[in-house]
């Protein structure tokens, strides 16, 4: 056997997707070349390819025997470790991986991701800082890095880091997405400028995919209609506590339900939303023309996308415009800015008439609330008023980093200082050292000093963050991008949400909840409402003793989570969308 010559077939081989043959030309070569490093490293890929982690870290072990400073198979080496939940031994041999090339991105973003997804975020934005510098040209390392620091709340340098990556890779769909999800969060710009950019995304990757084919669905509106949902959130997420209630109560006489999930791994809930499903189609590793190619083949009438401009999204399947209608709604507080997609689902409150001018889609207003609650089983019970065992009133931000901004700093702050003694309790995942000094420097240009700060850093993904609720007595919204699960969870918990109404969809969500359960006292339309009501709130023991006793009951008896009633109101919009579709010209 000439080696090199089956070695760059059997790279080639990969290449193409056929991974089986490649590795066995490898497999072969190394029987004549026990000694071939190269070979080993490429077996170990072909097993990692399949996910056999233990076949392929025994093929990058017997490579390093070979060659002890393969950087390729030390790297290799270290993801099956990472994807182990080995973080150590990973994180050792991805930092050998570098010393022996440090001007390689790779090992750097491998070893940002393992730091990611164990919560160590000042480490992670090292690490594709790092990598960054090595590959300056590297888009995906500037997303990466962007991304990273968007959860810890460094929006202005994350969106340059989002735009950089652009600039490097124009047709960067994920970085775009990115960028339009973190200019949500922008305190300065307007809903015409946000507009503006999302209609760019449209025209760099939503227009003129391929031809559109006549759609074949039956012309009958009173029919059954196929409805796919797209998500990579049909699993144990805050997606779940409004989405799983639909599927629960649709009829399936009126509605068949598909799901398409953007989820490789499965949970209790992915498995409830699963047994709804007339068809569960699982599109991690599927292209957007094959997600498009299996929407066609499944006949859907309405696809529903619930992901937006968030992470995870597969925007792009709905470019090549699957279904006679498709929709947008719930996971994204604003336009998608695609021509291909008709119709966003809102209600009066989050979008009030005139905001039609700030939408590609067409706005389908829902009676009532835009959305339905059903909390997961699990949820602790209400405890006592923290503050009358405390002695003071505990303030709470559980929001996101992303919604931490000036002016909304300036206005919590306004009402500690007006709430003498009390105290503020921050949690998320993400509260990093390098967040909880930027919490404490910021707050203490404020007035507020370090020990009425009680920052916590925790899981949020099994939902024990709840627990936290019982040791706050009233929480603080956000601007310009509300609470929306956060304020359900909290008011859940009989913890009332103070928000302050914002100018688009993203900063009137928790301002539509409050309508739902029939509490505009909850409402501020200026920064110094804001601060009187929660302030006046924290002052009135009695009253809010009184709330937190009927928060919960008074949410089980509203609108808000009435999910069959919800269900049947949500039907009726399908129905009327596919009424106007059968009745136009359109394919």
Not at 404 to 421: E, I, K, R, S, T
Not at 457 to 469: A, I, R
Not at 549 to 577: H, I, K, N, P, V
């Amino acid at each position: 056997m000439s080696v090199m010559p089956a070695l760059n077939q059997a790279l080639e081989l990969s290449r193409r997707g056929d991974h089986a043959s490649a590795e066995r030309i490898c497999r072969q070569i190394v029987a004549a070349q026990p000694g071939n490093a190269k070979a080993w490293c490429h077996i170990g890929t072909c097993c990692l390819t399949a996910n056999r982690l233990k076949e392929a870290g025994q093929a990058y072990e017997q490579a390093l025997r070979a060659q002890p400073h393969f950087p390729e198979a030390l790297n290799n080496l270290a993801v099956v470790h990472s994807r182990l939940n080995r973080v150590e031994q990973a994180a050792a041999l991805f930092k050998e991986a570098i010393n022996q090339r440090p001007n390689w991105a790779e090992p750097f973003i491998s070893l940002g991701h393992l730091y990611t997804n164990n919560d160590r975020l000042d480490d992670a934005a090292q690490a594709f800082r790092s990598a960054t510098l090595a590959e300056p040209r590297n888009a995906e390392a500037h997303n990466l890095l962007g991304s990273v620091l968007a959860r810890m709340g460094v929006m202005d340098q994350a969106r340059q880091r989002f735009s950089e990556s652009i600039r490097l890779n124009p047709r960067y769909e994920t970085a775009h997405s990115n960028l339009l999800l973190a200019l949500n969060y922008d305190t300065k710009i307007t809903s015409k400028e946000l507009m503006a950019e999302h209609e760019w995304f449209d025209r760099l990757h939503g227009q003129g995919l391929m031809p559109v084919a006549p759609h074949l669905n039956l012309r009958d509106p009173n029919r059954p209609l196929r409805v796919g949902y797209v998500s990579p959130d049909l699993r144990r997420h805050a997606v779940a506590w409004f989405m799983l209630p639909v599927f629960l109560n649709h009829d399936p006489k009126q509605v068949q339900v598909f799901g398409y999930a953007q989820a490789s791994e499965s949970d209790a809930i992915a498995e409830q939303f699963r047994s709804r499903c007339v068809g569960w189609r699982v599109t991690v590793g599927r292209t957007d023309a094959q997600i498009a190619e299996q929407a066609r083949a499944d006949g859907i009438d309405i696809l529903v996308d619930l992901a937006g401009h968030t992470g995870g999204n597969r925007l792009g399947a709905f470019g090549y415009r699957p279904a006679p209608v498709q929709v947008t709604y719930l996971g994204y507080p604003n336009t998608t800015g695609m021509s291909a997609i008709h119709y966003r689902l809102t209600d009066a409150v989050a979008d009030p008439p005139g905001e039609e001018r700030c939408h590609t889609e067409e706005l389908v207003r829902l009676p009532g609330t835009f959305c339905c609650f059903a909390p997961p089983v699990d949820v602790p019970d209400v405890a006592d008023l923290p503050s009358i065992a405390n002695g003071y009133v505990t303030f709470g931000l559980l929001h996101k980093m992303s919604k931490f901004n000036a002016p909304m700093l300036d206005v919590w702050a306004a009402v500690m200082n007006a709430v003498p003694g009390s105290r503020l309790l921050g949690f998320r995942n993400t509260m990093d050292r390098s967040v909880r000094d930027r919490w404490t420097r910021e707050f203490g240009n404020r007035g507020i000093s370090a020990d009425r700060l009680i920052l916590e850093n925790g899981s949020v993904k099994d939902g024990v963050h709840l627990t936290l609720y019982n040791k706050i007595d009233i929480s603080l919204d956000a601007l310009p991008w509300s609470g929306h699960a956060t304020t359900c969870e909290s008011m859940w918990m009989g913890v009332p949400m103070v928000t302050l109404r914002g100018t688009r969809h993203s900063g009137r969500m928790s301002a539509s909840i409050l309508t739902a359960l029939d509490m505009p006292q909850l409402i501020a339309e200026t920064p110094e409402q804001f601060v009187q009501i929660a302030s006046e709130l924290a002052k009135d023991r009695s009253r809010l003793a009184k709330m937190r006793s009927e928060l919960r009951g008074r949410m089980q008896a509203s609108t808000l989570c009435d999910a069959a009633g919800f269900t049947r109101r949500l039907e009726t919009a399908y129905r009327e969308m596919c009424r106007r579709w059968c009745e136009s010209t359109s394919r």
